[in-house]
T-cell receptor
């Protein structure tokens, strides 16, 4: 089955700086890569996603890049703000919306004031 | 849109008791997923349904776990008998499928088995 590795497990950045979280996946048939943000005690919230036919996607301060050859995808957050502090999860799926997600172990992002 | 609804939000039970978790997906979504979150294992898929039919239950940990979806607006996850290692947050998520890839999570049920 699919295996998703996520790094780092904890990331501390100064407010206003950029943050990058990286994930690798093992199943070359995976075609959908979402990122979820989870605040303490809350549900995972979808913040951005990318499909395998696209190399990059951007939404305001958040961007995701995908390298299918290397089986690698990354989340980039620019101009970080205190409200960006949370745990971020990457995931992969081989069936798009018709398959379950395999999650990475999460990255605790801490924004230092 | 009400979003995915789960009940109860918190459940505390004693080892050996039966536990039933409930989920109402977003109206019009054909896919329903059950996930479990623990510190040790992270977020893991237990089972998912398409049009009320179970498609993949390979993530269900053992026979003590069972899930049903009697209609398009209701699903249950049952644990019988419960054990302390079942303590976790159980999330239900739903999605439209087809060209719509997004999955939307419910608020979760925090289960504590003593």
């Amino acid at each position: 089955g699919e295996n998703v590795e996520q790094h780092p497990s904890t990331l501390s950045v100064q407010e206003g700086d950029s943050a990058v979280i990286k994930c690798t996946y093992s199943d070359s048939a995976s075609n959908y890569f979402p990122w979820y943000k989870q605040e303490l005690g809350k549900r995972p919230q979808l913040i951005i996603d990318i499909r395998s036919n696209v190399g990059e996607k951007k939404d305001q301060r958040i961007a995701v890049t995908l390298n299918k050859t290397a089986k690698h995808f990354s989340l980039h957050i620019t101009e970080t703000q205190p409200e960006d502090s949370a745990v971020y999860f990457c995931a992969a799926s081989r069936g798009g919306g018709a398959d379950g997600l395999t999650f990475g172990k999460g990255t605790h992002l801490i924004i230092q004031p | 849109d009400a979003g995915v609804i789960q009940s109860p939000r918190h459940e505390v039970t004693e080892m050996g008791q039966e536990v039933t978790l409930r989920c109402k997906p977003i109206s019009g979504h054909d896919y329903l997923f059950w996930y479990r979150q623990t510190m040790m294992r992270g977020l893991e898929l237990l089972i998912y349904f398409n049009n009320n039919v179970p498609i993949d239950d390979s993530g269900m940990p053992e026979d003590r776990f069972s899930a049903k979806m009697p209609n398009a607006s209701f699903s249950t996850l049952k644990i019988q008998p419960s054990e302390p290692r079942d303590s976790a947050v159980y999330f239900c998520a739903s999605g439209r499928g087809g060209q719509y890839y997004e999955q939307y999570f419910g608020p979760g049920t925090r289960l504590t088995v003593t």
